[in-house]
């Protein structure tokens, strides 16, 4: 499934720049940013919430490892606006910080958080691959090559902490099954 949307991303930044004008191309980049600007911001608000509810060691880790990468994402994506003329988006980051507040009330509540959480980050993680897969082709076809080479960058570290996050699937799953007071199987055990 991952391949057939990631073949999308040319035809959806095409079918987005359709109706833009060369010299609207600039503004196109801007919007995409403050996109990447507050979807960052969401998954700080998670990320922070995630490493108090991981259940164990490895993945709360990994949600403290990535906070810190995707604040560095942050400040790289304000500088990039700031220096295209623009400024982040208030209000959209408003927005995505209280939903990801919410999120964080859910997953605390639940009996089985660790293993939800786990699992709803990484599909965050490819909602935040997906913005800057389309932030990249807009910059690129806009003739920005600054703004697509940080978004490349930033794309292998959202990359690698996507598959940091497969990987621990199976410790989150122990530590729901230890909080629910559930034995925890023997790896290989049947």
């Not at 490895?58 to 560095?72: F, I, L």
């Not at 990039?80 to 995505?96: H, I, M, T």
């Amino acid at each position: 499934m991952g391949d057939r949307v990631a073949e999308c991303f040319d035809r959806a930044a095409d079918a987005s720049l359709r109706r833009v004008s060369a010299e609207g191309m600039p503004q196109q980049v801007i919007k995409y940013l403050t996109d990447a600007h507050a979807i960052e911001g969401q998954a700080l608000q998670l990320l922070a919430r995630g490493r108090k509810i991981a259940g164990s060691e490895e993945p709360a880790r990994a949600y403290e490892e990535h906070r810190r990468e995707t604040e560095e994402h942050q400040r790289l994506v304000t500088e990039r606006v700031r220096a295209l003329g623009g400024a982040p988006n208030r209000l959209k980051d408003v927005a995505l910080r209280v939903g990801a507040l919410n999120w964080g009330a859910f997953f605390a509540g639940q009996p089985d958080s660790p293993a939800k959480l786990i699992a709803f980050a990484y599909a965050f993680e490819h909602l935040e691959i997906g913005a800057y897969e389309m932030l990249r082709r807009v910059a690129a076809r806009a003739g920005d090559a600054e703004t697509a080479q940080m978004a490349e960058a930033i794309l292998t570290q959202e990359k690698a902490a996507a598959d940091r996050l497969r990987g621990l699937f199976g410790d989150a799953l122990d530590a729901t099954l230890s909080r629910r007071g559930l034995a925890v199987p023997a790896a290989g055990a049947v």
